[in-house]
């Protein structure tokens, strides 16, 4: 769901709306690696906490929870409006940083590829390092059947059968 700038102000404080800012795009590409752990942190402790009130004012309208406040709570609309809001800016600052991570990891794959082909190239010819006979000294050694074989008339006997079905020797 889109929220514009006008509902983020009036959901969130002057400082949930200042990180909630950073998450959005032009400015989270400016924010460094290392601040944008930071921001992420701070973004799900705030979305916890609107979780947790949102959560309770729930409870004290079914009538499961004691009210808190002055008065109890008669609608929640605003704390999970606040929620969602922030579990999007965590979302949107998570992807930023996953982003990162992985043009960071194509970058390394890239640079480790290179060096390897660089590697190879200054190796020189794979061939030449190899033997000249690429078979075993003494070659195959043959396993003699241990079964029996079968005798002379029972094969003689088969192929007989095998013909008066139509079929030819077996």
């Known amino acids: 769901m ?3 700038s ?3 102000a009036r959901l ?5 709306a200042e990180l909630v800012g950073q998450s959005h795009h032009p400015r989270i590409q400016d924010v460094p690696t290392r601040d944008l752990d930071d921001l992420i942190r701070r973004l799900r402790e705030r979305r916890d906490r609107a979780r947790g009130i949102a959560h309770r004012q729930r409870r004290e309208i079914r009538g499961r929870a004691a009210p808190s406040g002055a008065r109890p709570a008669s609608d929640d609309t605003g704390s999970r409006q606040k929620a969602a809001l922030l579990a999007s800016a965590v979302k949107r600052a998570s992807k930023e940083r996953e982003r990162r991570r ?14 390897a ?12 390092g ?5 078979h075993a000294h003494e070659g195959m050694a043959p396993i003699p059947n ?3 074989a079968p005798s002379g008339a029972l094969r003689q006997e088969g192929q007989e ?7 030819g020797p077996r």
């Open 2 to 4: 889109t929220i514009s």
């Open 6 to 8: 006008r509902q983020e």
């Open 12 to 16: 969130l404080t002057a400082d949930e």
């Open 102 to 115: 992985a043009a960071e990891a194509r970058g390394s794959l890239v640079s480790h590829a290179r060096r």
């Open 117 to 128: 082909l660089a590697l190879r190239r200054e190796a020189g010819d794979p061939a030449s």
């Open 130 to 134: 190899r033997p000249e006979s690429r």
């Open 146 to 148: 241990e079964r029996e």
């Open 161 to 167: 059968v095998a013909m008066r079905r139509g079929g």
